[in-house]
């Protein structure tokens, strides 16, 4: 059972899958590091967003990898107009009404979808999705691969952002003493909406690496946000760098636990591994004290 | 007797619908509103008076609902007592949930996702799990004799839930004017407060979501008894845990009659839209979720802060119409 051509495999395959949970959940993490709110409509955007690469390739003919280019900035403006035009405005700055507000809008974005296109699922074959690579015992699929080394390069590029553009400084200045940095000239709900774009951004990536190798329907982006949210709780809350080892290190779990125990009792154990962080672990295994 | 008297009076002109109509689809209608005030008067007591949003109403609702046909079909139960022993259920997995969260410390956002994860992991062991028939759902046999809960007409069912309704309005105007409502309040509007003041913060707000969890499981169990299937979908769904929120934060949240006003308006609005557009899935929640947000933007109070504010005006108006000098001052003042 513990043999390494299995366990190999497995684990690779696991990390492959987490990476993409990693870059759900840095969209994710961001926000609630800026704005201390969880963004219950993540999963409706991821949805919208796997849409939107769908029909980039249906109708236009766009590789998913192509179409991200163009994506991702309509996404960020996507994400820029909700939290500046209708989160911020709607919610008067009270954390419970900007909970019910982003659940608000991912029942209009998940239903609209599902009004829209009905249930059906959708998916598209691209002449690559069935390549794989091949390192030492374990075959790993080409699109796996490259969602891989994307969220590797996108979490670099995010960090950079942070640290060295004066975009970056003032949205860690506004994370970490919004007050301050209000008095210090920043425009507090443009460095808001700023945020949430990025995250929203995030995902538009996210369902361009996803799409070649996964289906779409209006579901499909809560299966992922479900765990993006274990994966940003077990990091802890706002941390980066934490979303990044909880997406991996969720991924491996679920992949070895889909080995060992079957399919569908993988999915449960996704949720009861997320209630115990929550509920021993709220601020995560290696997160700071929020 | 004056605290609940409007209860009561709104109880009996409710309870004329049927004398009044006999058609299946005013009735229809009317049960559905009925049951979506009693879900939502269960969310109201923890999130509108103790200020806790839970996400996850459907775990009590699907407890309820699964609970009162399986002791039924499987266990051969008397459906009556079925129905209390789902009620019972339900309000077993709120304080289990409750709890657990509680003494974790899980306030705000953390409180809405775990209870949330909980529905989850409980729809999707009802779609796996043989005992409740799995993807298949459960169906209770028909058995058209009141000792088994089932009638012939809806009138019996909408007055039997006319009268759990109004027995959640009367607990709840209860609850309002008690110690415990007025502890409930003290942990909405500042925890860590009431705490110092010597508060059981964890307590109370165990106590509330039990009884919250009960109400709403109430509504499950009627819902199986009414409409005799049930599978995972409808009973853990997220249908009802939305608009177990909907209608109080529509109605008026922390409100008495919140849940049951708001109840009125989200059916009335989808039966519209289903009218207007024809049996489309999805529209219906579409108007809801711009419904909320439009709420929450520019009627927080809902439609009983509304009234509130109209009633202000007019009380105001009515003070600065006499012309008489000393009535002016006030009105100007």
New interface residues.
């Given amino acids: 059972m513990l043999s390494p051509v299995i366990l190999v495999p497995a684990v690779l395959n696991g990390l492959m899958t987490g990476a993409l949970y990693a870059l759900v959940a840095l969209g994710l993490t961001l926000i609630y590091g800026v704005l201390h ?2 963004n ?1 409509a993540h999963g409706a955007l991821l949805t919208a967003a796997m849409f939107a690469a769908f029909f980039a390739y249906r109708l236009l003919g766009l590789d998913p990898y192509i179409a991200a280019v163009i994506l991702t900035p309509l996404f960020f403006l996507l994400g820029y107009g909700l939290q500046r035009f ?1 989160i911020g ?4 700055g009270d ?3 900007i ?3 982003t ?6 974005i ?6 829209t296109f ?2 059906d699922t959708r998916t598209i074959n691209l002449p690559y999705a069935f390549d794989v690579v091949e390192i030492g015992t374990a075959f790993l699929a080409v699109p796996r691969v490259v969602a891989f080394g994307a969220t590797i390069v996108v979490a670099l590029c995010l960090w950079l952002i942070m640290q060295w553009t004066d975009t970056g400084r003032a949205i860690r200045a506004v994370a970490k003493e919004k007050l301050g940095a209000e008095l210090a000239g920043i425009k507090v709900a443009h460095i808001y909406a700023v945020t949430f774009g990025l995250g929203t951004a995030c995902l538009a990536i996210a369902a361009c690496l996803l799409i070649p190798s996964y289906y779409v329907n ?1 579901g499909a982006g809560n299966a992922f946000v ?1 765990i993006a ?1 274990t994966v940003v ?1 077990l990091g802890g809350m706002g941390s980066v760098v934490g979303a990044l080892l909880g997406g991996l290190f969720v991924g491996v779990v679920e992949s070895l636990s889909g080995l060992y125990l079957g399919e ?1 009792l993988g ?2 154990g996704i ?2 591994m ?2 115990l962080v ?3 672990r ?1 601020n995560g295994l290696f997160g700071e004290r929020a | 007797m004056r605290a609940i008297a409007p209860i009561l009076v709104a109880m009996a002109v409710l309870a004329a619908v049927p004398l009044i109509t006999a058609s299946n689809v005013v009735l229809n209608f009317a049960v559905m509103v009925l049951l979506i005030a009693l879900v939502g008067q269960g969310w109201n007591l923890l999130g509108g008076y103790g200020g806790q949003y839970s996400f996850g109403h459907a775990a009590f609702f699907g407890t309820g609902a699964y609970a009162t046909a399986i002791l039924q079909m499987q266990y051969g139960v008397n459906a009556w007592l079925g129905f209390g022993f789902g009620i019972a259920a339900g309000a077993l997995v709120g304080a289990a949930i409750g709890a657990l969260s509680f003494r974790s410390g899980l306030r705000g956002s953390y409180f809405a996702l775990v209870t949330l994860a909980f529905a989850e992991v409980l729809r999707i062991i009802a779609s796996v799990a043989p005992i409740t028939g799995a993807g298949v759902g459960t169906l209770i046999k028909l058995d058209l004799r009141p000792e088994a809960f089932q009638f012939q007409g809806r009138a019996p069912f909408y007055w039997i839930l006319l009268g759990l309704v109004g027995a959640s309005l009367i607990l709840v105007r209860a609850i309002e004017g008690s110690r415990f409502g007025a502890y409930l309040v003290a942990v909405r509007e500042n925890e860590d407060a009431a705490k110092a003041m010597g508060v059981d913060a964890t307590l109370i707000k165990l106590g509330a979501m039990t009884i919250s969890a009960a109400m709403t499981a109430a509504g499950g169990c009627f819902y199986a008894q009414y409409f005799l299937f049930i599978d995972a979908g409808i009973a853990y769904g997220p249908w009802i845990s939305v608009e177990a929120l909907l209608a109080p934060i529509i109605g008026g949240i922390g409100t008495v009659f919140g849940p049951l006003l708001g109840a009125l308006v989200i059916k009335t609005v989808g039966e519209v839209t289903k009218l207007m557009t024809g049996d489309a899935p999805g529209l219906d929640l579409v108007i809801y979720g711009c419904v909320l947000i439009l709420v929450i933007a520019f009627a927080p109070r809902g439609i009983a802060g509304i009234a509130d504010d109209l009633r202000q005006r007019f009380r105001s108006h009515r003070t600065a119409a006499p012309a008489t000098p000393a009535a002016l001052e006030h009105g100007r003042g």
């Fill in positions: 709110i969880i219950f209708v405005p709607a919610s008067h954390d419970r009404n909970l019910l507000v659940l608000g809008l991912a029942v209009v998940e239903n609209a979808l599902l009004y009905r249930a209006p479900l949210f709780v569908s999915q449960i949720f009861v997320f209630i929550l509920l021993f709220p």
